[in-house]
């Protein structure tokens, strides 16, 4: 079982930055492939960007450019880095691990963004 604990969520103007951070536990991190999604109120969730075990990364055509995913290893951690946040950006982020093999998946309970226009 993994645990998935999400943090950095918050208000911001556009044109600004925030930088997600997702604490997991429970697993062997580093064999874990990891996302970020977001849900927008009566939207679907989409994915926002990915890495691999590898740490092979992409992105969503809307957040290429503006968004990096990264990964620490040591720290059981995946990040978001957000930077020249737009309104649209305005969602509930969430943390996502696929198991090496993908046949497992947990999800964090969820960091709410909103941008301000």
């Known amino acids: 079982q993994v645990q998935l604990v999400e943090s950095g969520g918050g208000l911001v103007q556009a044109g600004g930055s925030l930088r997600l951070s997702c604490v997991a536990s429970g697993s062997i991190f580093s064999r874990n492939h990891m996302g970020w999604y977001r849900q927008a109120p009566g939207k679907q969730r989409e994915l926002v960007a990915a890495?691999?075990?590898?740490?092979?990364?992409s992105y969503a055509d809307s957040v290429k450019g503006r968004f990096t995913i990264s990964r620490d290893n040591a720290k059981n951690t995946v990040y978001l880095q957000m930077n020249s946040l737009k309104p649209e950006d305005t969602a509930v982020y969430y943390c996502?691990?696929?198991?090496?093999?993908?046949?497992?998946?947990?999800w964090g309970q969820g960091t709410q963004v909103t941008v301000s226009s």
């Open positions: 890495i691999t075990s590898g740490g092979s990364t």
């Open positions: 996502k691990a696929d198991s090496f093999l993908r046949t497992q998946t947990y």
